[in-house]
């Protein structure tokens, strides 16, 4: 039949053809099974009771008795987590009678009161939730097949959860109602885990739907308030400029100790719940800070295709060039908010990484490279392909479950289970299979390729939980009417549910549709796009910093103007969105499916490597200084009379000259002449030790800047020539360095608006007047008290009785570095103060502190901000315990110190009060020294 048509056609019919024989969805949900079967049986022959299976050697983890892992081992609470974790895939894939035999196992032997640390996230998400699921799925049994679990007739399994969650409860009890990130299940809080006050953003922002599932199912509300207002103080810590959150956080003062914001590891789940809040409860609140916080993470943390880490309040900067694997669920969660279009093009980047190195690493760089080459077998990746085919039917989205599928059983599968890569470049294993890998891993497989009359419920009317524990939808009563709530994905409008039947639990918008095709085209458009940015960062890597050819029709990046109408179209044909900041900064992302071509995406990837080079020019003369862009707020105060301290005026400042941030001028003012600054000073001797005042116009800044420094000036201050600007009105300024040239401006320049210039102009010709050029300016009552002490001379002797540093700093680390002495300010604190007082101050003292130092590790940052805790309890005369000597002596010298400004100790009131801690024998002992 096909000899008599062209070859072409016969090729085609017979490509479609062998496709569609590929995908035998019962076949390939067949192998999901009894992939899922070799590995729960292997941890229930090898491992049960134990908490987890270790694959290689054949043997159960057990804490106490295998090898501590550390900070990992923290999931396990000796409560049999595989099996419990795994109870509604055993309902899920059919297993009836082994599920039963679980649940009769779990209820009968399981016990929740090991002495043992546990994670309260952790223990959270696969234990309570686990439970609670296990409890659902048990009655839905017992109403679908009465011959089944006769003897479930008290709730067993939920009031296990009830227990577990009230052994949890302790850990709430914090000044801002976030929980501490590890309990003892016997103990409870014990005092040395209080000290531990920082926890993850996911840690806090993980628990509303498993203690509101435990509310609601029991008529006991606290569950739901506890979770409820961790959620609420994390909304409230929120940068409220960037929308965006940080990843570490104190919980006692909500005071972030890692200001850095993406959606992987340590912030992920956090707004999976904000969203899924929604979706389960059906307050609206949650969707409001969900679709903030969303808005955010488009705007900073997307970068087309990838997502990047940046800083929460300078979320124009990034903080690391690579991706975790975590952040793999976040398609998944597009698909429950409506965002498609968005879904398909990460997932697209995440598959291409998948087809590189088989699996996806446990961090990999934007050209595709491994940065940490674990996989722990974890579902993802997998969540999102399951959405993706819910949403889009499309058979792409199975062809990519089936080469997972191929890649565990050609890679991982091993006599007594499935164990972790240790490298996936090697494929070399590890001994691990996690309690996730069957509770989610082989979950997400079986039900992508199963049709919804396979399964023995239907997953729309139920929420997923992070660790893929089934809620139903029902629990939410926000409705008058008895109408049932269920996700509803209609992408392609062949789901059409009466409103009278269901009503959307999740938030999908009937304009989001897709046509047939058009997931095809968005992968391909990404995938084109990913190629084209590979060729060019190889041409960059080939290069140097060497530029390629550019097209002439492109719009260049150093021509630029945000102003032009024109500038802005076509950098919209170029799938490129420009933002102007609160700050006055230009922010811009691209999105390749925005853009008018393929070709025009590439122009778009290619301007913004070309803004990023010359971005990079001014940063990297900053960075020579030492400084990081953009610079804090910086001032300029009146301190002769009449001001006396009063006004403070806002200063602009610039991309050269010196640092203000550990170095502020105070000096008199004189003006140059000529007053442009664009030539050698006619009164340079007259102005020599003084800060000198110049005009804008002319020329450079840098221009003046270089003249006014060549005459001995201390400082510049620019002046704008434009009548009428003022920093409140004006958008925020930098003055700009020349690219071209070395910066070799030594002195500090700072821009003044002209109505705050007009006030140093109405002091021209009269008495003298000093300035002081700071980021931190001085308390109005202390220049006025310098002033009275002193009279007019207090240019030059200024006396602040608050932030006198005559008795030393705050740290000093004695040589040889195997001694410390603390300078504490605890004001009217003493030993009979209020607890909640003692820690108030010394969290003052840690909060000024962190900024002050560098560390290799966060584990050494958190681990002697606790040494200062303690030795800060010391001196206020409460009874702590003597650190261990060798791991303070490995922490002095790991701790890098910045030379504390002398206004830090403004904010801390009160007498010095120092103690010293030297080694005594095997401690670190520390002393009041009087």
């Known amino acids: 039949m096909c000899k008599s048509r062209p070859p072409v056609i016969c090729l085609l019919l017979f490509f479609f053809a062998f496709v569609g024989a590929q995908i035998d969805k019962a076949a390939l949900k067949q192998e999901a099974y009894d992939m899922f079967m070799h590995g729960y049986r292997s941890y229930m022959k090898h491992a049960y009771p134990a908490d987890e299976l270790m694959p290689l050697s054949c043997k159960g983890r057990q804490r106490g008795v295998t090898p501590s892992r550390g900070d990992v081992d923290e999931a396990l609470g000796n409560f049999s987590l595989t099996l419990v974790d795994t109870l509604d895939t055993l309902y899920v894939i059919g297993e009836f009678d082994e599920f039963s035999r679980a649940v009769k196992l779990i209820v009968d032997n ?20 686990g439970l609670i699921s296990g409890h659902l799925m048990a009655e839905r049994l017992r109403g679908q097949s009465p011959e089944y679990l006769q003897w479930y007739t008290d709730k067993q399994l939920l009031k296990m959860a009830v227990e577990l969650a009230d052994r949890l409860l302790p850990a709430f009890n914090t000044t801002s109602g976030i929980p501490y990130g590890k309990i003892n299940l016997r103990h409870g809080m014990l005092e040395y885990l209080k000290r531990q006050k920082d926890t993850c953003t996911a840690c806090g922002g993980t628990l509303l739907l498993e203690m509101a599932a435990l509310s609601r199912l029991t008529g006991n509300p606290v569950y739901e308030e506890k979770a409820k207002k961790a959620m609420d103080f994390l909304w409230a810590q929120r940068h409220r400029s960037s929308d965006l959150m940080g990843t570490v956080l104190n919980v006692n003062t909500g005071d972030w100790v890692r200001r850095d914001s993406g959606i992987g590891a340590g912030i992920d789940s956090y707004y999976e719940y904000c969203l899924k809040a929604y979706i389960l409860l059906g307050d609206h609140h949650y969707l409001e800070r969900f679709n903030r916080h969303y808005e955010a993470i488009m705007r900073y943390v997307n970068k087309g295709p990838f997502f990047v880490d940046v800083h929460m309040h300078r979320p124009t900067v990034a903080t690391r060039s690579f991706m975790d694997a975590l952040l793999a669920f976040w398609p998944g969660l597009q698909v429950l908010k409506g965002d498609i279009k968005e879904a398909i093009e990460m997932h697209e980047m995440l598959y291409q990484v998948v087809k590189k190195h088989k699996f996806l690493p446990e961090a990999f760089t934007h050209d595709f490279q491994v940065h940490w080459a674990e996989h722990p077998l974890r579902p993802e990746f997998l969540e999102s392909t399951y959405f993706l085919y819910r949403a889009t039917h499309d058979e792409h989205y199975l062809e990519v479950a089936k080469m997972i599928m191929q890649s565990l059983n050609e890679n991982v599968k091993v006599p007594c289970g499935y164990a972790g890569i240790k490298d996936i470049r090697t494929m070399a294993h590890e001994d691990r299979m996690d309690s996730f890998v069957l509770s989610e891993t082989f979950k997400y497989l079986y039900m992508i390729f199963s049709e919804p009359e396979d399964l023995p419920l239907d997953p729309d009317e139920y929420v ?5 524990h089934f809620l139903p939808l029902s ?20 789901e059409e549910v009466d409103a009278a039947k269901a009503l959307h639990a999740n938030p999908w918008s009937h304009r989001d549709r897709l046509a047939p095709n058009k997931p095809r085209e968005i992968r391909e458009r990404t995938k084109s796009v990913l190629e084209e940015v590979a060729v060019l960062q190889a041409q960059h890597a080939a290069q140097g910093s060497g530029q390629c050819m550019k097209p002439t029709e492109r719009l260049k990046a150093w021509a630029f103007d945000a102003k032009d109408a024109d500038h802005i179209r076509q950098l919209r044909q170029m799938g490129i969105d420009v933002q102007v900041q609160d700050d006055g900064r230009i922010h811009l992302s691209h999105h390749a499916t925005n853009a008018a071509s393929v070709e025009m995406a590439r122009w778009g990837l290619e301007f913004l490597l ?26 300029i105060q009146l301190l002769s009379y009449p001001y006396l301290g009063k006004p403070v005026m806002l ?30 000073l006619l009164n340079g001797p007259q102005v020599k030790g003084k800060v000198v005042a110049v005009q804008r116009g002319d020329c450079m800044f840098q221009d003046k800047a270089r003249n006014v420094q060549e005459a001995g000036a201390v400082g510049v201050i620019v002046i704008d020539n434009k009548p009428g600007t003022s920093a409140e009105t004006s958008q925020p300024f930098a003055m700009s360095g020349d690219i071209e040239k070395e910066d070799d401006i030594k002195i500090p320049a700072v821009f003044l608006f002209r109505r705050e210039g007009n006030m140093l102009m109405n002091r021209r010709g009269k008495t003298a007047t000093f300035v002081r050029i700071t980021m931190k300016p001085y308390d109005e009552d202390s220049v006025v008290e310098s002033f009275m002490r002193w009279g007019p001379g207090i240019g030059t002797r200024l006396f602040f009785p608050k932030c ?11 040589p040889p570095g195997d001694a410390i002495t603390f300078q504490f300010r605890f004001g009217g604190v003493t030993q009979d103060s209020d607890p909640l007082d003692h820690q108030g101050i010394t969290e003052r003292h840690i909060g000024n502190l962190a900024d002050l130092m560098a560390f290799s590790s966060p584990q050494n940052e958190q681990d002697f901000l606790n040494f200062v805790r303690n030795t800060a309890y010391t001196a206020l005369g409460l009874s702590v315990k003597d650190e261990p000597l060798a791991p303070v002596l490995k922490l002095l010298k790991d701790v890098k110190l910045e030379r504390e400004h002398p206004d830090l100790y403004r904010l801390l009131p009160g007498e010095l009060t120092r103690v010293r801690c030297q080694p005594t024998g095997e401690v670190m002992a520390c002393a009041v020294v009087l």
Do not use: H, W
């Open 610 to 635: 070309e803004a990023d080079q010359l971005a990079k020019k001014l940063v990297e003369q900053a960075a020579a200084a030492g400084r990081e862009q953009p610079q804090p707020d910086i001032y």
């Open 651 to 680: 200063a602009a400042p610039a991309q050269f000259g010196r640092l203000l941030e550990d170095y502020s001028v105070e000096a008199e003012v004189a003006f140059s002449v000529p007053f442009s600054g664009c030539s050698s």
């Open 464 to 468: 997923l939980t992070t660790e893929a």
């Open 475 to 494: 629990m939410a009563k926000v409705f008058d009417v008895e109408i049932p709530r269920k996700i509803i994905f209609d992408a392609r409008g062949e």
């Open 804 to 814: 006198g540093l005559d008795d030393g700093y705050f740290i000093r680390i004695e």
């Open 110 to 129: 399981v016990r929740l009161d090991s002495d043992l640390v546990v994670s309260v996230f952790e223990t959270n998400i696969r234990m309570v939730g």
